[in-house]
């Protein structure tokens, strides 16, 4: 029996509708960018498998990397003791983070990271004697599907039924290029009040609401506003981290610096899940008292697991090389001309690129999880191209060793699914 049949025995997928979805892929192999199914069909992996094996899949010394940890110390408690692996990841971290960063707590996923950056920055000022229980954020914000990280998330598809549990949360809109001066007003009515206890962002690029950009500058004098209020800022570069903007982190682009960073996805290069929330000193400090209490009284059993640290350690060297910046940048040049080519495609609206990622919109409506967006994936999975729609948005993320050839397959491919469209919608 193949994979797809003996899974609907048992397996409950994420994301899915089990009573109309089409059947999963079973995928047996994957190298570099390129993931194999058991007909023997091969994908590239336009989407670096979400945004986590940026130096392609079973890179020899990620793989070296686990290998030897495995021999050495695979799992031991985080709490009371501590080893090399996760030493050494807290030091090189620290050496690329944007300046400010001091320490890392370790959690075992995007969505943890975020949950516990949340809970730091609501006991950071409950431990400072003050009640600040809300959170600022964006609209169309994703931060992940725990309750807490969902809360701040504004993506009613996920959200639908448990809204009502959710923290109180005050939204607004990320800030484009030429904001209003009352947008800023605005942002100080709200911060003037007093009960905002952070401010969660995704800098510059909100993934999960179709790659949407928005402005550094706007962006920074948010940041500034809420640090004139002891609002914390607290960047999800979840998606963004790690060389995706075409700097190390997109906070970087920024002129205020976070007091909390959220990391996970290409932390571990696609090899094992692992999160990271990241603060300053001077966030840390707010722990420390003789009252125990007063402490981060929080954690997960694999927090700092080695064979995960000792994967991320290794994949910041790869970052750092550079053959991986040099291939970051011929991305950004490839996804600069195809943006180009796209501008005077009349089908195409807002034509974009940061770093290795590109996007861009359909003039064609088309749901999240329609049919529309089901056949353009289909179409897209015929010619070797393993894209994910997010509802009429066509977008790449492509691992940072992707060949030009292959680069220039998954534009190919593109073309192929718009010209498509143009011939269906004529
Ligand atoms: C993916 C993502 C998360 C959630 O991470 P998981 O590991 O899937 O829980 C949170 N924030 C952002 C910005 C993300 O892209």
Known sequence: MSLEQRDRDHIWHPLTQHQTAAPPLGIVKAEGVWLFDE????????????????????????????????????????????????????????????????KVFFNDNGSTAVEAAIKMALQYHDNKGQKRK??????????????????????????GPFEEHFMEVIRIDPPQVGVSAEYFE?????????????????????????????????????????????????????????????????????????????????????????GITSCTQQVFEAFLDNDI????????????????????????????????QKGIQRIQGGHEAFVKELESH?????????????????NVTMERYGNLRQRMYDFLMERGCYLRPLGNTLYLVPPYVISSEALEQLYEGLRQAIDRVAAENS
């Open 39 to 102: 007909a023997g069909n091969t994908y590239i992996d336009g989407i670096s498998s979400w945004y986590t094996a940026v130096y392609g899949h079973c890179h020899p010394e990620l793989v070296k990397a686990v290998q030897d940890q495995a021999a050495r110390l695979d799992q031991v408690v985080f709490t009371g003791f501590t080893h090399e692996p996760a030493v050494q990841l807290a030091e090189k971290l620290i050496g690329i983070l944007p300046s400010h960063q001091a």
């Open 134 to 159: 809300k959170l600022l954020a964006f609209s169309k914000g994703f931060h992940g599907d725990t309750l807490a990280a969902m809360s701040a998330s504004n993506l009613s598809v996920y959200n």
């Open 186 to 274: 605005g942002v100080s009515e709200i911060l003037d009040i007093g009960d905002i206890a952070a401010f969660i962002f995704e800098p510059l690029v909100q993934g999960a609401a179709g790659m949407k950009f928005h402005d550094a500058a706007g962006l920074s004098s948010l940041l500034q506003m809420c640090k004139k209020h002891d609002v914390l800022c607290i960047a999800d570069e979840v998606m963004t981290g790690f060389g995706k903007t075409g700097k190390h982190f997109a906070s970087q682009y920024l002129t205020e610096t976070p007091d909390i960073i959220c990391l996970s996805k290409a932390l571990t290069a696609g090899v094992l899940p692992m």
């Open 293 to 324: 209490t007063k402490g981060f009284f929080h954690a997960h059993t694999y927090s700092a697991n080695p064979l995960a640290c000792a994967v991320a350690s290794r994949a910041i060297d790869l970052l750092q090389s550079e053959e991986i």
């Open 346 to 362: 009349s089908l195409v609206s807002n034509p974009r690129s940061l770093g290795v990622i590109l996007a861009f919109e359909l």
